[in-house]
């Protein structure tokens, strides 16, 4: 064992293994458990990985040396949803207005309560910056982070964490709240929670998962436009 | 077209996008306008090739995947996170959840709205 560990740890294919290993039986778990939100893959994934390289003393560098070709899917995987949003071109165009609409209202409003919440708890400055811009996709949001005074990486976790508040509970709200409509839920779920959100649209259904991805796109727009000026006026 | 043939339309889409993204310096990322170009692609060809349409859903059916190691990144964090617990934690359950309630609440009316104009 002392001679074998070693090996495993320098090797990246061990922990490109251990994510894919990790990840199935998550999702075999989540299945078992009738798709209960709480028993997010993503959630149990990222919590039974943390907990391994903590307590094996791996760090973070060296897990991602060999998890980075999943990372790197993420690029391609983000073009590809431009198929479930073209199957929908029709029902896109019908409710362009209200689309437009929402996710405006969605925009501001997780720019004004990450900025609110942060504020009125008392995290930092720079917490508070790192937050503002959490609702969407990663390299959108540290770009934002960074130009107001964020700590990018800190963002990007930030960003994953908010993907999987939305995916774990953005179902059980919108049932609560009546919103039935496949296109509103699908935008809700990509202006709030991005990539994660969308994985979980899809899950959903093909109509709530293009208007999800659309959502997550026009929401990173949006965002990067709106927060500098939000920020300004409102923090100074 | 075949899965190979697929796989390069999406990585020069997003090669398209990045390229766009850093000459112009624009705010969006790559594969968000790498998204849009094979959209406006698709609608201009009137039609999607079935293997493109199996290789996106693919890709598309584990897109969750994808998030972990990012997400991993938590452990960097650890101590930060931990010490301003509070506020992190209400701007990231409430603050999501503010935002999916008025994100789907303002759509849903404003979809009424038209439906009923229409009627």
């Known amino acids: ?236 | 077209m075949n899965v190979l043939g697929s796989i390069t339309v999406l990585l020069v889409c997003q090669l398209i996008g990045e390229t766009i993204a850093k000459v112009f310096t624009l705010p969006v990322p790559g594969p968000v306008i790498g998204m849009v170009l094979l959209f406006l692609g698709l609608v201009i060809r009137r039609g999607l090739p079935t293997d493109l349409d199996k290789t996106a859903t693919f890709l598309l059916s584990q897109l969750s995947l994808l998030f972990i190691p990012a997400g991993v990144g938590v452990v960097v964090h650890a101590k930060l996170i931990a010490s301003e617990w509070l506020p992190i934690s209400a701007a990231l359950v409430l603050g999501t959840a503010i935002t999916i309630a008025v994100t789907g609440l303002t759509m849903t009316a404003l979809l009424k709205l038209r439906k009923g104009s229409r009627q």
Do not use: C
Request: zero cysteines; glycine letters at 12%; charged letters at 10%.
């Open chain 1, 1 to 236: 064992m002392n001679a074998v560990w070693p090996q495993l740890a320098a090797n990246p294919l061990t922990w490109l293994t251990l994510t894919l290993v990790v990840y199935q039986a998550a999702h075999w778990l989540w299945r078992r458990g009738r798709m209960n939100p709480l028993l997010n893959p993503v959630l149990l994934s990222i919590a039974t990985i943390s907990a391994i390289l903590t307590l094996t003393g791996i760090d973070y560098a060296r897990y991602f040396s060999g998890a980075h070709l999943l990372h790197f899917l993420l690029g391609p995987a983000t073009v590809a949803l431009a198929i479930p949003l073209y199957r929908q071109l029709g029902q896109l165009l019908r409710s362009v207005w209200a689309l437009a609409a929402g996710l405006l209202a969605g925009s501001v409003a997780a720019i004004l309560a990450s900025l609110a919440l942060g504020w009125g708890l008392g995290a930092s400055r720079q917490t508070i910056m790192s937050l503002a811009p959490k609702s969407v996709t990663s390299p959108i949001a540290m770009g934002i982070a960074e130009q107001i005074g964020g700590l990018p990486s800190l963002t990007a976790v930030l960003v994953i964490l908010t993907g999987i508040a939305g995916a774990v509970g953005g179902g059980w709200l919108l049932d609560r709240l009546h919103v039935h409509d496949d296109r509103a839920r699908g935008v809700a779920m990509g202006t709030a929670a991005h990539g994660i959100g969308t994985a979980r649209a899809l899950q959903m259904g093909e109509v709530t998962g293009a208007f999800s991805g659309l959502a997550m796109g026009l929401n990173g727009i949006a965002t990067a436009l709106l927060t500098p000026v939000l920020v300004k006026w409102l923090m100074g």
